[in-house]
Every structure is written in C-alpha cells, then in structure tokens.
Nanobody, 127 residues
Framework: QVHLAESGGGSVQAGGSLTLSCEGS???????????MAWFRQRPGYEREALGG???????FSEPSVQGRFIVSREVRTNIALLQMNDLIPEDTATYYC??????????????????WGQGTQVTVFT
C-alpha cells in the first residue's frame, strides 16, 4: 500500500521561502518497479495544478509556471520528494499535495496518471 506523508507547510511572509517534504513508502509495484513522485497544489477557487515531479531515477520535471521559483528534488534511496519554494507570493497560498504513481520516467509528466495522494499540507503566504 503506497503511503505519502507531507510535511513542512505553514505560514510565511511574502518573499520568503519554504521547503515541503514528502516521504513515500509502499513502493512495491512490479509492473515497472519504479514510481514517479510529484507535487500539486490547489489554490482557493482554482483547479488542482501540477508543479513538478521526479522519476524513480531522479529525473526532474517542472511546470513552466513555477520554474525559477520552485525546485523539485528527490532523494532516490529514501523516496523523499522535496519542493523548495522561493520568493513566495500571496497567490502561492494553497494546499500542497504529494502524489505518486508507478511508471517509468517517460510517464512522470503525465499528471493525470497520478493515483496515490498524500493528505496535503497548507501553505499560507501573507503580506
């Protein structure tokens, strides 16, 4: 059973930084034997959007909307995915989710395929 646990959310002043962490476990699938991990967020009044992800081998993918401010990384041995967020603005206020699916790197950017989700962690950016 795949389990994802996010941590690191909180309140931060605009212009500040925050790093979210997601610890994945139960990655025991045998179809591909490797899992993609990714970060999504849902802002108030908006649909959930993908931010970026990493393959089981550490290849990274990110959406253009957050490139330059948000950095996705993954500790391959421990299946910990990180989302480093810099220069935060109030519009980044959202619930941030970690997600995973069993797939090779070529499919890690297929955001609709993610089927395992964490409970989410709230990030609030204030002025």
């Amino acid at each position: 059973q795949v389990h994802l646990a996010e941590s690191g959310g909180g309140s931060v002043q605009a212009g500040g930084s925050l790093t979210l962490s997601c610890e994945g476990s139960g990655f025991t699938g045998t179809r591909y034997g490797t899992y993609c991990m990714a970060w999504f967020r849902q802002r108030p009044g908006y649909e959930r959007e993908a931010l970026g992800g990493a393959s089981g081998g550490g290849a990274l993918f990110s959406e253009p909307s957050v490139q330059g401010r948000f950095i996705v990384s993954r500790e391959v041995r421990t299946n910990i995915a990180l989302l480093q967020m810099n220069d935060l603005i109030p519009e980044d206020t959202a619930t941030y989710y970690c997600a995973a699916h069993e797939a090779p790197a070529s499919k890690c950017g297929d955001w609709h395929r993610y089927k395992f989700w964490g409970q989410g962690t709230q990030v609030t950016v204030f002025t």
